[in-house]
Each structure stands twice: as structure tokens, then as C-alpha cells.
């Protein structure tokens, strides 16, 4: 069976939806995102058939909010970075489950495949992985 | 790094004809109840094949794997599963290995025995005999010898689990420092993700080699479908092997005298059902020691990822049902429990050499259940006690209240689109209008209790011996047989249950052989 392949319209959502979620003055910067999306199919891969229609539901659900919330009558990928930090940001603090799970599925591992940048992990003031101060100092 | 010893393993991804092989005796599942019984059963002289579901990452490649690959390779539906939440019900990702090794793999290492009381209570209250403190001494000594439990020295701790401690300290709370199977750890802060260093004792450094040693041959990539049954006894497994992409397709099948399952709280269930050894209780009774975090900033340099992952808890809060525990996950990880979108979520993030990370879980009473549905995994439904949504609460408040006492500048409570706390009476503030439940974000590492174990055939699913009441031959050696949640991290108590279980086997084989024959 070959790789799990996203669709060319969910690649776009799913880079919308990485663009607003990372937004910040200088980026995140186009190979960012296109790793972003690479990441996250490849993680998709070994996930359940069923899990994996959830989730892929879950960004039809993010794609069509726009007309949901009734906040404009483009779909998400449509709109301005501006607006969809917003729209997120209403999912976010929102009471109702429906609108939270999908933001809280997309978050945390676009979180973490994005997060794990070499460059991005530096900028957060993160070391890297390798010797460790404490355990120097015990080992000494 | 420490040396690996080999293993003896048959991928089942490269299998291109059908497989058929026997035992005196099949385990599926490699993680912590299979491995064990695996080599106790071996070492008693049988002949055992193991076969796993999972993938056999190389204990070599976890150093090389990002937290997001090991995901991929070693964690069940690659980390992205979750209790689907009925009622007033929190928000719960539910995490299991899916490897070779299991969710050994996976834990902090954190070795807690079952507490005496809970111990007490399945003794005396569920009239299981031999699972008394003194009764089970015996199988918690053989394995925290063969996994190497140690003390986590103080000077381990990191800055965060100082704090951690300070804070604690100031409320007048006491902190003991835990038991990990480690040894030589470095404190990389990434115990969760596979040890860089082999210096975590799972499975796959201790049982496993020398199960190999011994002759045992493990089967990855070896999705069993159904247990065979004939006459009223189980007579081996069958399945089809997984190919690259994690799909089933050359079938396989193991003739063997036992039967032993031990894949875990989620999968157990589904085999017990798909085999006719279903009673009322199969797939029931789940609990998961759902955990929260805090995350306190501070005005100083934390930089928590420097020490042990995991290294003292507290049991202060014991009789109300709520363990306290220190731990600092990955940055990469922690990032996605920052508040905010965008340019405020950057900005949270940046605060991550400043932040600190306050645990705690609950001891919680049930209300979890499993069931076939769709495909091959299962639907996990979790619907939370009254008696425990305040203990969640109060877990909550314990350790934010713990990251102010200890100079915290600010804490982000685990509650989606709640901006972080800046002082004790925002706090206050929050204790007195708690938001919905299913605002808060959980983890659950410990789902038990699925094929509870029983004194009588109409309480649960397998005998004291592990033994199924309704299938001869057919073991249960994992966390679903724990009648109670235990509320403490669970690897040592399965571990310590399967290793009773293999003995009793192995005390009673000559019947059970006779009983196959």
C-alpha cells in the first residue's frame, strides 16, 4: 500500500491553518510551512483509517468556520492571516466542544512538528539535545 | 550509550509467505506484563513466541528520532488518540506504546509499588487473597532487580523540579523523591521519547534479551486478529502481519498450549470479545489516572529540560485521591501547552528557558470503557465520576498554588483559551467559577481495568491466577487486569502482576499442557 497522500486542497487548509497558528512578524517562512505539511502526513500515515477521517474532518470543520461563525463567505484558506488568527483564537476560547476539539487536535501536533526546527527550538533559547549540565557535574 | 543487548526478532514487515510456527506458549504483546511473563516462562524451561503489533525500533535509533518520530514509530495511532469524553468530561489523550518493548518504552520511568491500602482493599473488599503486601513482596523485588529501580539522585533534579519542591515546601507540603528504572541516566528530559542513552531499564534493555537469551523469538509487525478456541480452551493466535505502512496482509498464525495476552488496557478487551471469552465486564471498568500540568513562569533562567524528566513526588494528597509529580517534557512538546494563537502563542513559547512544570494526577474511580467500532482500533469512551471532578480541580489548584509560593511570575493553567494567572488572586478567582470540564486538558499513560481480575466469575474477567473464567489456557498478564486504579504510575505493579501470573503458569504448566493435549 503506498504512503498516505494529503489532498491538494487539504495541503492548503492545513498551510493556512499553520500559518496562522505560528504567526509572527517575520514569518513562518515558506520551507517552514511546506515541512509543517510534510510532517504532519507523514504522521498521518501509521494512524488508523478511522482516526485519520476524524481529523481530516476536523479541517473541513476549520475550513468552513468562516461561514459557520458567519464571519465572512470565503473559506478559511481564503482569508487574511489576520482574520484567521482570529477565528482561531474564537475556537480557542470557545464553549463549545465542537469548535475546541478540532482547534485542540490541530494545535498541539502542528505544535509539535513545528516546534521541532533546529531554528525554532534556538530561537526559544533551547540548547539542543546532547550533554547536560547536571549530569556533568555529577559525573565529574 | 549503554551496549544493547540483541534481541531475537522475526520483523514481520519483511515476511512475504504466510508464517506458522508453536510454542508451548504465546504472548501477545512485548511491553511490560508480556516481556515479563515471556522470560519467567522461558526461564522455567518453555518454549514462548512473543508476537507485537508494533514496529522494532532499535533501542540505537532513539537518539536519532525527534519526540515527533518517536511518536510515529513507537506510540499507538502515533500519539493522537483520545478518550472520546461523554458527559462532564475533560479533555483526555490516551497514550500507549505500539513497539517492541511497549509502552515501557515509553514512561518516565517512574516506579511506584502499589500502594499498601489499595492492596489492603483488593484483598480484604475484593476477596483477591494473595494480593497482599506481603503476597506480592515477592514478584516487586524480582523485577525492580531486573529493571535496575534506583533513587533519583537530588543533584539530577532539574531547576524546574527544584522549584517544584520550593513551592511545595512554602505550602508546607512534603516531597519525596522517586524510584526510576534507570541506570546512568544523563537527564536529557526525554524519557517519554525512547532513552538517548539506553539508561532507562524498559523492557527491551532488561526482559527482552534475556527472554532471547533464552530462545524466545519476538514477531513485530504481527497484528493478531483472533485467539483460536476449541473445546473450550485457547489453542493459539492468528492474524496477518503488517507491511510498511502499518496494513495488514501475510497471515500468520501460533499454535501453543497458553495463550497469554498482555496488549494492553485498550486491545486486551477487543481480542477477550473477537474470541468468545466476552463477559459483561469485558472492556468496563477503564480507568486512566487522568494527569494535568502547570506551567509557572519565572523572572530567573529555569532551563527544566537540564535533569531527570521525573524525580520527586508527593503523596500528601493521597487519601483525597490525588498524587503530585514533577516533570519537564520536551520543548518542542511543552510548546503546545502555551495559551495563545499567533504572535501571542510565539511570544508564550519564548518563554520556555523561564518556565517550570508542576504535575499531578488523579486516582480516579472509573467510567472508562472500550468497544470495538470501526476498523481495528477501538472506541475509548471516558465518562468522568462526579466524586473526581473536583479532585481534578483541586489537583489543579494544588500546583498552581504551588508555582506562586515558589515566585512563579505567571501560571498556565491546562484550560484551552485560558490566559495564564498572574497572582494568587486571579487564582482564587479561577477556584471559585471553575471552567467547563471539558476546557481542561488531560493525559492519561495508565488506562487499567478493562479484564479486571476477580474472586468470582459475575465480578470480572480473568481469576486470580489471571487465568480467564470463561477460556481455559487463556492469560491475561497486563494493566487490564488491575481491579482498581492504583493511583500511581502503573509499569511496576503490571510488571510485578504478570511476573505472580508467570509463576502461577509455570507452577501449574503440567496441567495446563495436560488440559491442551
Known amino acids: 500500500m503506498a504512503r498516505f497522500v494529503l489532498r491538494p486542497r487539504q495541503r492548503v487548509v492545513l498551510r493556512a491553518l499553520g500559518d496562522a497558528l505560528f504567526a509572527h512578524e517575520r514569518g513562518p517562512r515558506p520551507e517552514q510551512l511546506d515541512a509543517l505539511v510534510d510532517g504532519y502526513e507523514r504522521h498521518l500515515t501509521p494512524v488508523s483509517a478511522t482516526l485519520r477521517f476524524g481529523l481530516l474532518a476536523m479541517l473541513d470543520l476549520i475550513r468552513w468556520l468562516p461561514l459557520l461563525l458567519l464571519v465572512g463567505f470565503r473559506p478559511f484558506e481564503d482569508l487574511p492571516r489576520e482574520r484567521r488568527v482570529r477565528i482561531l483564537e474564537r475556537m480557542e476560547c470557545s464553549r463549545v466542544a465542537m469548535l475546541l476539539v478540532p482547534l485542540v487536535a490541530y494545535k498541539s501536533f502542528l505544535a509539535f512538528i513545528f516546534f521541532e526546527d533546529p531554528d525554532e527550538l534556538r530561537a526559544m533559547g533551547y540548547p539542543g539535545d546532547g550533554a547536560r549540565k547536571r549530569w556533568l557535574k555529577l559525573a565529574r | 550509550m549503554a551496549e544493547a543487548r540483541a534481541l531475537n526478532v522475526l520483523r514481520g514487515r519483511s515476511q512475504r509467505q504466510r508464517l506458522e510456527l508453536s510454542a508451548d506458549v504465546v504472548v501477545v504483546g512485548s511491553g511490560a506484563g508480556g516481556a515479563v511473563v515471556a522470560r519467567d516462562l522461558a526461564r522455567d ?6 508476537v507485537e503489533e508494533g514496529d522494532w525500533v532499535r533501542s540505537a535509533e532513539y537518539g536519532k528520532l525527534t519526540p515527533v518520530e518517536t511518536m510515529r514509530r513507537c506510540w ?3 500519539g493522537l488518540s483520545a478518550a472520546v469524553a461523554l458527559g462532564e468530561t475533560p479533555f483526555i489523550s490516551v497514550l500507549q506504546g505500539r513497539c517492541v518493548g511497549g509502552s515501557s518504552v515509553l514512561t518516565g520511568g517512574v516506579c511506584f509499588r502499589i500502594p ?3 492492596l489492603h482493599h483488593w484483598s480484604r473488599d475484593l476477596g483477591l487473597t494473595t494480593l497482599t503486601p506481603e503476597g506480592i513482596d515477592p514478584n516487586f523485588r524480582a523485577v525492580e532487580e531486573e ?10 533534579r532539574s ?8 513551592g511545595a515546601a512554602k505550602l508546607g507540603i512534603s516531597m519525596r523523591p522517586v524510584r526510576r528504572n534507570t541506570q546512568g541516566c544523563h537527564g536529557e ?6 532513552c538517548p542513552h539506553g539508561a532507562k531499564m524498559s523492557v527491551d534493555f532488561s526482559y527482552l534479551p534475556d527472554a532471547s537469551d533464552r530462545g524466545v523469538l519476538i514477531v513485530s509487525d504481527a497484528l493478531v486478529e483472533r485467539i483460536d478456541v476449541t473445546g473450550g480452551a485457547a489453542r493459539g493466535v492468528r492474524g496477518r502481519l503488517l507491511d510498511d505502512e502499518s496494513e495488514p496482509g501475510t497471515p500468520f498464525e501460533v499454535h501453543a498450549k497458553v495463550v497469554v495476552l498482555a496488549c494492553g488496557s485498550l486491545h486486551t478487551p477487543l481480542l477477550l470479545r473477537s474470541s468468545g471469552a466476552g463477559s459483561w465486564h469485558v472492556g468496563r471498568h477503564m480507568t486512566l489516572h487522568p494527569a494535568v500540568r502547570v506551567t509557572a513562569i519565572f523572572d530567573d533562567v529555569v532551563e527544566g529540560w537540564d535533569g531527570s524528566m521525573q524525580s520527586v513526588y508527593s503523596d500528601q494528597f493521597a487519601s483525597d485521591g490525588i498524587t503530585l509529580i514533577s516533570v519537564f517534557p520536551p520543548p518542542s512538546i511543552l510548546s503546545a501547552a502555551f495559551p495563545g494563537i499567533g ?3 510565539r511570544s508564550n513559547v519564548h518563554k520556555m528557558p523561564r518556565a517550570a512544570v508542576f504535575g499531578a494526577m488523579i486516582h480516579d474511580e472509573g467510567g472508562g470503557r472500550v468497544r470495538r467500532w470501526l476498523g481495528r482500533e477501538p472506541l475509548v469512551t471516558y465518562r468522568m465520576a462526579p466524586e473526581d471532578r473536583p479532585r481534578l480541580l483541586r489537583a489543579m489548584e494544588i500546583v498552581a498554588r504551588m508555582g506562586f509560593a515558589a515566585g512563579a511570575r505567571e501560571v498556565a493553567m491546562p484550560i484551552f483559551g485560558l490566559d495564564s494567572l498572574r497572582s494568587e488572586r486571579e487564582l482564587d478567582a479561577f477556584v471559585a467559577r471553575p471552567p467547563e470540564m471539558h476546557r481542561i486538558e488531560c493525559t492519561a499513560y495508565h488506562p487499567l481495568g478493562t479484564a479486571r481480575m476477580s474472586a468470582d466469575p459475575r465480578a470480572g474477567v480473568v481469576r486470580e491466577t489471571g487465568e480467564t473464567w470463561q477460556v481455559d489456557n487463556l492469560f491475561v498478564a497486563d494493566g487490564s487486569v488491575l481491579p482498581t486504579s492504583i493511583g500511581v504510575n502503573s509499569q511496576l505493579g503490571i510488571m510485578a502482576m504478570a511476573d505472580k501470573i508467570a509463576h502461577g503458569i509455570a507452577r501449574d504448566w503440567r496441567r495446563l499442557a495436560r488440559r491442551a493435549a
Open chain 2, 76 to 78: 499507538r495511532e502515533a
Open chain 2, 116 to 118: 499498601d491500602e489499595v
Open chain 2, 159 to 166: 531547576r524546574s523540579t527544584e522549584l517544584f519542591v520550593e
Open chain 2, 147 to 156: 529493571i535496575h529501580v534506583e533513587t533519583v539522585r537530588e543533584g539530577m
Open chain 2, 45 to 50: 524451561g518453555r518454549t514462548v513466541i512473543v
Open chain 2, 189 to 194: 528530559s526525554r524519557c517519554n521519547f525512547g
Open chain 2, 343 to 345: 504572535p501571542t502563542h
